[in-house]
């Protein structure tokens, strides 16, 4: 394998590496790039949460009590952006950062330095998107979809996001580069790519899925710039462009990318799960394909979310049997988590529940999804709080989750110290109570009528948008618990975690001390060690 | 009102709450099928009474053939999805439950299962197909426009509705009538707040008329941006997208209000731009076309009409609070972002630098050129340029802003 070069290459800049502030700005360090990356993540997620609480504020009665409406739309469309583009997808690179070199059994990641300019755009474009609320005409108030023409109508604020998306485009379409190559070439002896964690899995299709649609995103959002500034009329129709046109690129970038945030957090779960059921993955080989299959049909079905726009009957017809058709090799995941826990010896330390709590709600909004992509119920769904709960519940209960699940899998190996376990399962169940107290009613709203983004409606929403707004806020709260009472007091200190903190942890990276060293696999793990960790996982 | 003059015509369908809701107009007619369903609502109606609060579960009482299909497929599709979750979570918990270590329990070691696999896949497999065979028959049906008995074309504006009568000749425009006093509560106490309206937010000053049982085609088209037209009640939501025109239809079961609201996202008033239908009679339906094309053929203006000034300020009051004042507020002291009038350079300064902004928008503003005639427009111009302190004598005659369009 081509792997020694590169662990003499990186060899050298182990005594010399920046401290204070430099060692950060500087970074080129996996374990260091993944740590800003997680902090920038958490604080984009707290940010996003703030926007989300202004909002459910706004709606917890009837009236306009708090925000104008065009502010209100402003909240909407920055937490949707600053969640997606800024926690979630930001998370899941700071955890392939931080742990694919350390369960591929590589020194670092390919391109040291790509990674710390893939870092460090995210935060200038994470303040175009912040400031954006204080020039004039305010932030881009025309929901995260940015639909022409109303993205045209609106003032220097969306330009300010229309750069922000260009830099985080970049941004990610690096990082995936790195993770692909890294993935392909720099895996230890004898690791082949079906004797890899199913972690590496997800993300190196993500990382495909990635690289094929920021692209289409950054063209679409580029065409909304020249038709605002520079008399092109791709988005209108008066110049003989079309409206339409729009969504058909964004949602070609944004279906895929809906998985983009799914599949890693996919590949955690098949981490977690193994590891506290003592008992290998089921099924390795059917998770890859159906990972595959999943990334393969998200470019198939991507005008299910343009129902309403009036396609004619074959286009509703086939976008519909294929998006249907998701919901199988999504189903194969889910029982292939439930046959890897049983007959298993389960611990439910809270990886464990956070990864529970994620195939619950995940197949949730799994069965709202299958509802919504029958074309002729979508019609009626479309647009209301019944997709704002069914995006949440596949997003916030799995995206969101799986990165608790992980966040408390590998945080002994991060810090060298366990966290609280008594407080780290009060945060799960505040969380999952809270959750669910918060969005299982937006499904009764959206059946009953209630359409999405309104900053005020009809008396007979308001007991569940009351209720939702509680719920909220205590989910809210529990992240803050989160942070002050869980993260903080384990990075600072705690008791000890052993190399192996789990019984059941059969992957390289807890053939490692606890915290991992700076620099970790200078020498690639044994041929030996990594065949007997497969016979293990039962890997073959 | 003309929601209220048709309610005594027919059965009364309270479409935006629940029967049970409807307190006493609850009316259990022809389309509650059997007695299981009068159960459900007299317990309902007992659970109404007992708290104030409303909790709708499903949706709205289908008015349409289509909206009572999308409902039975949603019904199966939810029974569908209820089996599984018993069949998955059941199977899952009992594993939680008995499969721990706590319990002694020793895990196995089995990791695949040929077999089992292609039964997951294959199942699930069928069943989406089943799903999907039983839902096609109904899209095909929702794309059917043929055969239309009326057409009326709708148009999205921000942020109002607006209803031609392709085939009567006639049309008017659709706008919220709940009172901003209602909605603004900013910085009032539960005492300041007004009460609201039993129809808040979902009543419009021109309700769209339709005959009941007739084939109504919409022709769906937008002004400045994209709208959605969308009445729960008939399971009928199309995108009005500016630039093109799209159709869709709905045949009403039953006489009654039916009320929704736009659906996708339009700038700041999205969430004020309801959409009221009066489905009556086929003779109230005949009355009432005979006395819009009367009201539109009295309302027509003459052109060239030479007007006074304080004429064309009455009119341009009624234009400017109909249109502007939800921006520019009505006191002209505009609002964040959309600015004051009241004192503004363009309104005292050059008038035609004035009507060309009115004509063809500005920023957020839209052009007006398309949506309001040249004496409305000569009127508002008028209006703004003489109301509050902004006294300056001028008046704008509508052969003026005739000539400004060319």
């Not at chain 2, 009992?94 to 499969?99: E, L, N, P, T, V």
């Not at chain 2, 994209?226 to 500016?242: G, L, M, N």
């Not at chain 2, 009066?278 to 053929?297: G, H, I, L, P």
Request: glycine share 8%; with cysteine; proline share 5%.
């Amino acid at each position: 394998m081509t792997t020694a070069t590169h662990v003499t290459d990186h060899a050298h800049d182990h005594h010399d590496h920046p401290s204070g502030i430099m060692r950060w700005v500087t970074a080129t360090n996996h374990k260091d790039i993944g740590t800003l990356y997680l902090w920038f993540a958490f604080i984009m997620f707290l940010s996003g949460g703030v926007m989300a609480l202004c909002i459910r504020l706004e709606l917890f009665q009837p009236g306009l009590q708090y925000f104008r409406p065009e502010l209100f739309n402003q909240f909407t469309t920055l937490h949707g952006l600053v969640m997606v583009f800024g926690a979630i997808m930001p998370a899941f690179t700071g955890l392939a950062n931080w742990m694919l070199p350390l369960m591929l059994g590589a020194p670092d990641m390919a391109f040291a330095r790509m990674n710390n300019w893939s870092f460090w755009l995210l935060p200038p474009a994470a303040a175009l998107l912040m400031i954006s609320f204080v020039v004039p005409g305010g932030a881009a108030a025309a929901g995260w979809t940015l639909y022409a023409p109303l993205a045209t109508q609106m003032g220097v604020g969306m330009d300010l996001t229309i750069f922000a998306i260009h830099i985080m485009g970049i941004s990610s379409i690096m990082g995936a580069i790195n993770i692909i190559v890294t993935i392909l070439n720099m895996r230890a002896p004898g690791m082949t790519l079906m004797k890899m964690p199913m972690f590496a899995w997800t993300s190196l299709i993500t990382a495909y899925l990635l690289i094929a649609v920021m692209p289409v995103l950054a063209g679409a959002v580029t065409m909304v710039l020249t038709d605002r500034h520079f008399g092109t009329n791709f988005f209108n129709a008066a110049g003989g462009g079309d409206p339409v046109l729009y969504q058909h690129i964004f949602w070609f970038f944004g279906h895929p990318e809906v998985y983009i945030m799914a599949l890693p957090a996919f590949g955690v779960v098949s981490q977690v799960i193994p590891t506290f059921s003592r008992k290998p993955l089921f099924g390795y080989h059917s998770m890859v394909y159906a990972t595959a299959s999943i990334a393969i049909l998200s470019f198939m079905v991507w005008a299910h979310h343009m129902f309403a726009v009036g396609m004619p009957v074959t286009a509703q017809l086939f976008f519909m049997y294929a998006t249907a058709l998701i919901a199988v090799p999504t189903g194969v995941k889910v029982f292939n988590w439930i046959a890897t826990m049983w007959k298993g010896a389960m611990t439910f330390e809270t990886p464990m529940l956070f990864a529970i709590g994620f195939v619950c709600l995940f197949t949730m909004g799994g069965f709202s999804g299958v509802v919504l992509s029958i074309a002729a119920v979508d019609i009626q769904l479309q647009d209301t709080y019944y997709v704002v709960a069914h995006f949440h519940y596949v997003l916030v209960a799995g995206a969101l989750f799986s990165l608790f699940a992980a966040v408390y899998y590998w945080l002994p190996k991060w810090t060298g110290h366990m966290y609280p376990e008594g407080r780290g399962k009060v945060h799960f169940w505040w969380s999952m109570i809270a959750f669910n107290v918060t969005f299982f009613p937006m499904h009764f709203l959206g059946l009953a009528g209630m359409p999405r983004r309104i900053p005020d409606y009809a008396t007979q929403f308001t007991e569940f948008n009351t209720m939702a707004t509680v719920g909220a806020f205590a989910f809210g709260i529990a992240q803050v618990y989160f942070l002050f009472f869980v993260l903080l007091p384990t990075i600072k200190g705690g008791q000890k975690a052993p190399q192996r903190p789990w019984e059941g942890g059969q992957t390289l990276e807890w053939e490692v001390p606890s915290p991992a060293p700076f620099h970790t696999w200078e020498e690639p793990p044994a041929r030996e060690l990594v065949d007997k960790l497969s016979a293990e996982q039962k890997l073959h | 009102m003309q929601a209220f003059q048709f309610r005594d015509a027919g059965t009364v369908a309270q479409t935006n709450s629940t029967p049970a809701a409807a307190g006493g107009r609850i009316v259990v007619g022809e389309n509650m099928k059997n007695h299981r369903n009068k159960l459900l609502a007299t317990l309902a109606l007992f659970g109404a009474s007992l708290s104030h609060a409303e909790y709708q579960l499903n949706f709205q009482q289908p008015a349409t053939s289509i909206a009572q299909d999308v409902y039975s497929l949603h019904m199966t599709l939810l029974w569908i999805c209820l089996v599984i979750f018993v069949i998955v979570f059941g199977v899952m918990f009992y594993s939680i439950f008995k499969h721990r270590k706590s319990t002694g329990h020793k895990p196995a070691d089995f990791h695949e299962s040929v077999t089992v696999e292609v039964v997951w896949t294959v199942i699930p497999l069928l069943i989406v197909v089943a799903m999907a065979w039983q839902a096609t028959k109904v899209v095909i049906n929702q794309k059917n426009t043929k055969g239309a008995d009326v057409t009326v074309k709708v148009t999205g504006y921000q942020w109002k509705w607006g209803y031609d009568y392709l085939d009567e000749g006639f049309g008017f425009h659709s706008k919220l009538a709940t009172p901003q006093t209602q909605y603004e509560n900013f910085g009032k106490d539960s005492q300041q707040v007004e009460k609201k309206n039993e129809n808040y937010l979902l009543e419009v000053d021109n309700a769209m008329v339709v005959p009941v049982g007739k084939k109504v085609r919409l022709l769906l088209t937008a002004n400045d941006v994209i709208h959605s037209w969308w009445v729960p009640a008939f399971s009928t939501k199309q995108d009005a997208i500016p630039g093109f025109i799209r159709d869709t239809w709905f045949k009403a079961d039953r006489v009654g209000v039916y009320r929704g609201q736009c659906a996708e996202l339009c700038g700041k008033d999205h969430g004020f731009m309801p959409i009221v239908v009066n489905v009556v009679s086929d003779e109230d339906y005949k009355k009432w076309v005979s006395e819009q094309k009367k009201k539109a053929a009295e309302s027509a203006d003459d052109p060239n009409k030479k007007w006074e000034l304080a004429d064309l300020m009455k009119r341009g009051e009624k234009v400017y609070q109909d249109n502007c004042a939800v921006c520019h507020k009505p006191d002209g002291k505009g609002m964040g972002a959309f600015p004051a009038l009241d004192g503004s350079k363009i309104a005292k300064g050059d008038r035609s630098a004035h009507v060309g902004i009115v004509l063809a928008g500005k920023n957020a503003m839209p052009g007006w050129s398309k949506t309001l005639s040249d004496t409305e427009i000569a009127a508002v111009i008028t209006y703004e340029r003489n109301a509050w302190g902004n006294k300056t004598g001028d008046v704008v005659q509508p052969s003026d802003i005739k000539a400004a369009r060319k």
